[in-house]
Structures are given as C-alpha cells and as structure tokens.
C-alpha cells in the first residue's frame, strides 16, 4: 500500500468554541468521501475549543490535536497543561514545538525535548515542528538547525515510538501573514536533510516511514506543486485552511495532482 497523505490544521488562537465546532461539522461533512486508507486528516483547535470539539467529532475521518502541553503530569505549574488532562479529553496528537512556541514564547530544544518524550509516553502521536530562521537561512546554517532540533527534540527517544512520530517543516520565514512561501525545490531538499537525519536516529525502516508535512504559507497556488515533490508527505496549513470548503478544495487538487481522486 503506498504512503498515506498527510492533511492538518493548526487553529491557532482564532476560533471560538462555537467557530471551531462549525468548522470541524462543515470540514467533516465535505471531507466525508475522502478515502482515509489514503489520506490522514487532523485539526488543532484552542484548548477552549477542545471538549466541544471531541464531543461532535467523527474521529475516524477527522483527528484532534493539543497545541502544546507541559512535560509535567502535575505540579506547581500555572497556565500549562498537563497529559494527564489532554489524555482526558482522549485526544488523538500532540503538536510540539511550533514556531511561535519556539521563536514567541522562547521554548528551546531541551524543553521540546522533554515534551516530546512526556507525549510519546502518553501515547499521543506527536507532531514536532522544525524550521529555521531567516537569519540562519542567509548564514546557510538551515541543515545545521534542522538536524540540532531532530537530534535534540528526540533526544533519548527509542525506536519503538517511531510509527507515533510525525514531523512538520516550517521554516520560520514562511509561517504566517509576512511569511513568503519556500520554493517547493527548497522545501524537497530541506525535506531530504530531515529524512537522512530521521533515518540516523531511528534506523533505515523506521526512519523513512515518519511523515515530514511541509508549512509555511501553503496556499491554493502552490499546494500541488509541494505535495508532488518526493520528499514531502503532507502539508500542514495555516490560514488557507481555516475555512472548511477552502481547505477541502486545496485537499482535493492536491489529491488529484497526485492521481489519487476519482
Ligand atoms: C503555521 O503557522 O504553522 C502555518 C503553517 O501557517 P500559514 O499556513 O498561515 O503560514
């Protein structure tokens, strides 16, 4: 059987309860006919947002995801969130270390770390977001960055929690509304420098089975191009997806492109 394809959203913190929940209804209806032999499709909604949303999922066609949570089960930590609670609400992933964790609220690799090993261990699939700077681009120190955080985001993680490891690409310049899009050359190759590294930590087989999802700015005008390119297993959108008949468009042309839609 060929690879899934990977589809997902993070909300960020937009929608409201009552936005999250017609969202997810709208993109749940028309997504319904999609194959999900072939196709992985998840969504990352609010904390707020979360009870409601896992009370009127189909989890079956659409998976729930955490936006961070804290490497702790309890304790003296005010305003996190513990595994514990996410497993609670029976949530399906974990998304780790996203750029605006990293780059607003300076998380660094070690604590990535640590939240990465607390979700793996709480059986959560989990999703560690990746990217470099544009600073680091113009120092040609992408690949250096690239493998630091792989190396240090799963520091200490053993093979076995492989198949519950998905990785996003989002180079930090092109995340959201001043973000400029990665040439999909430039995505692929980056895509590449995470694969070979994923296959140093975790072995030839397990290795090349972890989905790498490329963000930043995916849009209508160049999802296809990015999801036809050898490295790339799915595409993880922002703003071009938070309207439920946009993103379902964007998912079918990206489908067709593939020769996967009938
Ligand atoms: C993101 O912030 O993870 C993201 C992919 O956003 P956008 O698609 O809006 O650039």
């Known amino acids: ?33 999609l194959n999900r032999d072939e196709i992985e499709l998840f969504v990352i909604p609010s904390y707020t947002s979360l009870p409601d949303a896992v009370k009127i999922s189909r989890r079956e066609l659409v998976h729930l995801g955490a936006q961070n949570m804290c490497w702790e089960e309890q304790g003296q930590f005010t305003g996190e969130i513990s595994p ?35 979700s793996l261990e709480h ?42 490891i998905w990785v996003a690409y989002e180079p930090v310049w092109a995340i959201g509304v001043n973000g400029k899009p990665a040439s999909v050359e430039y995505a692929n190759e980056k895509h590449g420098v995470i694969r070979k590294c994923l296959v140093e930590l975790f072995g030839e087989e397990a290795g090349k089975l972890i989905p790498v999802l490329y963000g930043g700015s995916v849009n209508p005008g160049n999802a296809e191009r990015l999801i036809e390119q050898p490295e790339i297993d799915g595409l993880f959108t922002g703003r071009s997806a938070w309207q439920a008949e946009a993103f379902d468009k964007l998912i079918r042309s990206a489908l067709k492109k593939l020769g996967k839609m009938v």
């Open 123 to 164: 059986g959560f699939t989990t999703l560690l977001c990746i990217g470099e700077t544009e600073q680091e681009k113009e120092y040609s120190i992408s690949n250096e960055i690239l493998r630091t955080q792989l190396i240090a985001g799963f520091h200490g993680v053993s093979t076995d929690y492989a198949k519950k």
């Open 1 to 33: 059987m060929s690879k899934k394809i990977y589809f997902g959203t993070n909300l960020k913190m937009y929608k409201n309860i009552h936005d999250t929940v017609s969202y997810l209804e709208d993109l749940t209806r028309l997504t319904a006919d």
């Open 84 to 118: 514990l609670m996410l497993k609670e609400l029976g949530l399906d992933l974990v998304m780790i270390g996203h750029s605006e964790r990293r780059h607003v609220f300076r998380e660094t690799d070690y604590e990535e770390n640590k939240k990465v090993l607390c």
